[in-house]
């Protein structure tokens, strides 16, 4: 079982994380108009899947932020996701305050089994029920070219890592 720390307190996580060269598993997330947005919708493009545990924290909201600014400049093929357990109504909300319109919010409001199936589901702690802090990078054709799980919940993620997985 994969741990990350929240303030250096260790979290179980269930589930397994797809490593590159894995096809990426299924997901099920409904978008700001609560819409389905599924790997089948996004078929055909690169996806930056970030994974956050909420946008009511304040490194999520950084997170969210760069990922849409860096966005503007990664092309029509590539779609970027921010996928965390907050209802679609909140991630709006946050989306339209902050005019990021380069990312899809997504929640995992109906599947409830994503964190399980991407192996950071948060299965104890005071998290408990939302997911870790991760970034999947998935081809057009739905491999997976980086995986990153940020050992900290309270850290950002390597963001140049993972955009530079898309020209791979």
């Given at each position: 079982?994969?741990?990350?720390?929240?303030?250096?307190?260790?979290?179980?996580?269930?589930?397994?994380?797809?490593?590159?060269?894995?096809?990426?598993?299924?997901?099920?997330?409904?978008?700001?108009?609560?819409?389905?947005?599924?790997?089948?919708?996004?078929?055909?493009?690169?996806?930056?899947?970030?994974?956050?545990?909420?946008?009511?924290?304040?490194?999520?909201?950084?997170?969210?932020?760069?990922?849409?600014?860096?966005?503007?400049?990664?092309?029509?093929?590539?779609?970027?996701?921010?996928?965390?357990?907050?209802?679609?109504?909140?991630?709006?909300?946050?989306?339209?305050?902050?005019g990021?319109?380069?990312?899809?919010?997504?929640?995992?409001?109906?599947?409830?089994?994503?964190?399980?199936?991407?192996?950071?589901?948060?299965?104890?702690?005071?998290?408990?029920?939302?997911?870790?802090?991760?970034?999947f990078?998935?081809?057009?054709?739905?491999?997976?070219?980086?995986?990153?799980?940020?050992?900290?919940?309270?850290?950002?993620?390597?963001?140049?890592?993972?955009?530079?997985?898309?020209?791979?």
């Amino acid at each position: 079982m994969a741990q990350v720390t929240l303030r250096g307190n260790p979290c179980n996580l269930a589930g397994t994380m797809p490593k590159v060269g894995d096809t990426a598993p299924d997901f099920n997330l409904t978008g700001a108009d609560l819409a389905p947005i599924t790997k089948q919708s996004l078929a055909g493009k690169k996806k930056v899947l970030v994974v956050v545990p909420s946008l009511d924290t304040p490194v999520c909201q950084v997170e969210t932020r760069k990922f849409n600014e860096r966005a503007t400049s990664l092309g029509d093929d590539v779609v970027v996701v921010i996928a965390s357990a907050d209802l679609s109504f909140a991630m709006a909300r946050f989306c339209a305050t902050e005019g990021l319109n380069n990312v899809k919010a997504a929640s995992d409001l109906r599947d409830r089994e994503f964190g399980k199936r991407w192996g950071v589901a948060i299965a104890d702690g005071p998290l408990l029920g939302l997911t870790a802090r991760a970034i999947f990078v998935v081809d057009a054709s739905d491999k997976i070219t980086y995986s990153e799980l940020v050992p900290e919940i309270g850290q950002e993620p390597d963001y140049e890592a993972a955009l530079a997985a898309l020209t791979k």
